[in-house]
Structures are given as structure tokens and as C-alpha cells.
């Protein structure tokens, strides 16, 4: 019994080291990089705040929806399953000609069904300054009716690279007829 065991059994396990990569083998698309503690950048912490542009209405809007929730009795007290692209423009003051600092791009969907909660997932793409061509990466929840709201900043690219922190956003206005708001937000961001 042992003998016809040990048969079937020594040849699988040649033909299994051979197919698959010993441990500690790197397939050939990976590559281990080694940090070099003397060329280590320190992180900066940033704090920035500008004004969320949010323009439903008009000939220039900058909201476009992409799904219209389902009329029924379970959805329609929020808008539960409605989704928003947006191009929204990022700048300095709440007043909308003032300084363009760039743009938020992405989109928000209602995702709760008891009050109006936001999935939000959006790039803020910088277009002034040092900070040019850069983003920063936000995806969270935004329950719309709390005075502030906080939502992670999740990554970054240009000189945000490995960039982590928080937003706070809080409402400077809202135009019920139109559906239009300004929001404020605070940006608190760990980069190098």
C-alpha cells in the first residue's frame, strides 16, 4: 500500500516544483524595491481649503445624471440609487469667480436609504501653483445634512504620491429651486 502511495505521489511532486515558483521566487512582473534609509523624504502635513462648486442647473452645469432612482415608496424620501458625474470647479472663495484652483472629477451616488448619505468618489485635480497637475484621491461617505462631514483621502499622484489624510466639508449654501451648492472643504493631507 505504501509502495503504490509513494508511486503516484513522487511524481506529482516533481511535476508540481517544476510548474510552480519556490518560495521566496519573484514572478518576472515583480520587482522588490529596497528603500534607501539615506534618500528617505520626510512627510509634510497640508492643510488647504477651497470652495466645491456643485452646479446642477443651468446652460454650464458642471453635474451631469447618469441614473435616476426608481419611483417607489422605498427610494423616493432620499433618492436612494441616483448617481451624479461631476466636473465641479475647485476655487479660492465661495463666490464662483473667484480664483480657479482646479476641479473636482468623479461622482456621487445617494447610498442610504434613510437619509440623504452620499458614496462619493472623486479626484481633486489641481491646475495652479506648485501643486499643477497634481490630484488627491477622496472616496467616502457624505451625509449631506450634517453640519461637517469627514471623508478619507485615499491616495494622490504628482506630488501627492502615497498622499493620506481627510476632508471636512461643510455646506456654504444650497439652492433649494435649483439644487446648486457651494461646500467648503478642508483638506488635511499627509504627503512627501
Not at 74 to 101: H, Y
Request: net charge positive; glycine share 10%; proline share 6%.
Amino acid at each position: 500500500m505504501t509502495g503504490t502511495f509513494l508511486y503516484v505521489l513522487f511524481p506529482l511532486l516533481i511535476v508540481f516544483s517544476h510548474t510552480s515558483p519556490a518560495a521566496g521566487d519573484d514572478p518576472a512582473f515583480l520587482q522588490s524595491v529596497k528603500l534607501n534609509p539615506m534618500k528617505a523624504r520626510t512627510e509634510k502635513l497640508s492643510h488647504f481649503r477651497f470652495y466645491w462648486h456643485d452646479k446642477v442647473s443651468g446652460p454650464n452645469s458642471t453635474v451631469v445624471n447618469i441614473i435616476q432612482p426608481p419611483t417607489n415608496n422605498k427610494t423616493s424620501p432620499t433618492g436612494f440609487g441616483m448617481v451624479n458625474m461631476i466636473d465641479d470647479t475647485l476655487t479660492e472663495k465661495p463666490e464662483a469667480g473667484s480664483k480657479l484652483l482646479g476641479r473636482a472629477q468623479g461622482f456621487y451616488g445617494v447610498a442610504s436609504q434613510e437619509e440623504v448619505g452620499l458614496l462619493m468618489a472623486m479626484n481633486f485635480v489641481f491646475c495652479t501653483g506648485k501643486y499643477n497637475g497634481s490630484t488627491l484621491t477622496i472616496l467616502g461617505r457624505n451625509p449631506v445634512f450634517e453640519k461637517v462631514r469627514e471623508m478619507p483621502v485615499i491616495g494622490g499622484s504628482g506630488l501627492f504620491r502615497f498622499a493620506r489624510g481627510y476632508v471636512q466639508a461643510s455646506t456654504h449654501s444650497f439652492d433649494l429651486k435649483t439644487g446648486d451648492a457651494v461646500v467648503e472643504y478642508n483638506v488635511h493631507v499627509l504627503h512627501y
